[in-house]
Structure formats: structure tokens, C-alpha cells
């Protein structure tokens, strides 16, 4: 299969597993980032990160925190599940077309400190949210949180990294 069918293939996967966004980011968009937080660092033969988002529904997120902040409602249900569901699947259809496939969880290992050549704190071992920008599906806002152009900030984003 040449690329360009593989890609729509892999897009066309994401979406049947119930992605809103997709989008694939060659790992040339990571050269500048720190060595452990590049695709290569968590699959060595590493060539593209596939950065799905599910998009929250918007009533939910306008009433989550109904009573009380303390309360999220129906902002969250079935989000982590579902993504990670999702990353699984697309993983393992990438497997299938004779590929190597690692699926990231939504909600990952976070470093709170500088960690050898990661000159920052607060750091996850590998970040969702730059994998959704380098993939072309949005941009970083001023609040630190990607937003899409069809959505916002409304997302829960996942990600695979895969040769």
C-alpha cells in the first residue's frame, strides 16, 4: 500500500473508532523538542504520531462543575475510556498493515521536576496536545490548552506513535 492510501486508511480507521479530528505529524515536526520527549525516545523506528481528538459536547461542558467545582457532571463520562479504546484499535489496525504502533494513553506519566535533558518541570513523557499541533489540528491558546477550529477547546486528545 502506498502512502498517501495508507494514511487515508489510517485516518478513515480513527474515524470509524469514533475520532472527531485526526491528523498525522511526521516526526521531523519534533527535531528541536528534547530527546526523551520525541516519538523516537518511546518507539525508536518512529516516523509519524497520529493525534486523534473526540470533541466534548458542549452542553456538557457548559453545566460540568454544576453544583459546585467539585462536581463534574457529565463532562468527563466514558472520555479516557473511549480514547484509549480508540488509540488501541488504531494501533492495532496500523499492526495489521505490517507496521510497529505504540497507542498513548490520555492521561499519562507526568515528570514534575527537571529530568535529565527535559529542562522543564511539568512535563509529560509524551504530550498529546503537541502531537495534535504538529499534526495540523489546532494551536495552543492562551490558556495553555489546545484549541481546534471546529471545536475550540472542547477535545480529549490521544495519540499513537507508529513507524
Request: aromatic letters at 12%; one cysteine or more; glycine letters at 8%.
Amino acid at each position: 500500500m502506498d502512502s498517501k492510501t495508507l494514511t487515508r486508511a489510517v485516518k478513515q480507521a480513527a474515524l470509524d473508532e469514533g475520532a472527531d479530528l485526526v491528523g498525522i505529524a511526521s516526526i521531523a515536526r519534533y527535531a528541536h523538542a528534547p530527546r526523551m520527549l520525541r516519538p523516537g525516545a518511546h518507539l525508536p523506528e518512529a516516523q509519524s504520531v497520529i493525534a486523534m481528538a473526540i470533541h466534548h459536547p458542549d452542553a456538557s461542558v457548559e453545566w460540568g462543575g454544576e453544583p459546585n467545582s467539585n462536581f463534574p457532571g457529565p463532562f468527563q463520562i466514558g472520555m479516557i475510556a473511549k480514547l484509549d479504546t480508540m488509540a488501541f484499535r488504531v494501533a492495532r489496525f496500523i499492526e495489521r498493515q505490517g507496521y510497529v504502533a505504540v497507542p498513548y494513553s490520555c492521561t499519562y506519566y507526568w515528570r514534575h521536576r527537571p529530568y535529565k535533558d527535559i529542562p522543564y518541570a511539568h512535563a509529560a513523557s509524551f504530550s498529546n496536545m503537541n502531537a495534535f499541533v504538529a499534526a495540523g489540528l489546532g494551536e495552543y491558546g492562551w490558556h495553555g490548552m489546545v484549541m481546534s477550529p471546529k471545536y475550540g477547546p472542547r477535545q480529549r486528545i490521544i495519540s499513537v506513535i507508529t513507524s
